[in-house]
């Protein structure tokens, strides 16, 4: 689920008068977002980005692209948020999100980013969700139960279904390792 930033932040100061227009801008464009308006809060976040370039009015930007399916720009204000601000984890959580669904997925992006969510917000069971479901995907089995059991621990109950799926094809592949290991054994050994 992706969520938008407010406009304040510890170091905002409305004293520049460009300042005060990007964050209403910023405002402005998360109400047109709530209201359900897509396209208008993408004019707003983009005026705020030309007016400062805030990890705020990025992180928003790229929600705006992300649903009108616009990966890469999606992608590009995600990666700029994060050089401006790299302790965001619902930034870096959304990044990896464009970088599974666009055209040309990259999970292994997608996993670096969820990684580092995870690290910043440890107790985030949505975000623990999601490394899971990621590295299940890539056939990390062992490490996606884990986090898995992470996300239903601190309350994901859907967490519960993926954690026997996911034990299953863990045990479905020690028993196909086992059969494999047999027939390997029963083979005659070639003479020489």
């Not at 910023?26 to 977002?33: A, D, H, N």
């Not at 009108?68 to 790299?86: H, M, R, T, V």
Request: hydrophobic share 40%; glycine share 4%; aromatic share 6%.
């Amino acid at each position: 689920m992706l969520g938008w930033a407010t406009s304040t932040t510890p170091n905002s100061s409305a004293v520049n008068p460009a300042e005060v227009e990007a964050m209403q801008c910023l405002e402005e464009g998360t109400q047109k977002l709530e209201e359900g308006d897509v396209q208008a809060a993408k004019a707003l976040y983009k005026r705020s980005v030309d007016i400062k370039r805030t990890a705020s009015a990025l992180f928003n930007l790229g929600v705006t692209h992300y649903h009108l399916k616009e990966f890469d720009e999606a992608i590009a204000a995600w990666k700029e948020a994060i050089a401006l601000q790299p302790s965001s984890a619902d930034a870096h959580t959304n990044l990896a999100s464009a970088y599974i669904v666009s055209p040309v997925s990259r999970p292994d992006l997608a996993l670096h980013h969820l990684r580092v969510a995870a690290s910043l917000a440890p107790e985030d069971a949505e975000i623990a969700f999601n490394l899971a479901a990621v590295l299940e995907a890539c056939g990390f089995l062992e490490e996606a139960l884990e986090q898995y059991k992470r996300s239903k621990e601190y309350g994901v109950e859907r967490a519960a279904m993926h954690i026997r799926n996911v034990s299953a094809k863990i045990l479905g592949k020690k028993m196909k390792a086992a059969e494999e290991s047999t027939k390997q054994d029963d083979k005659p050994e070639p003479s020489s």
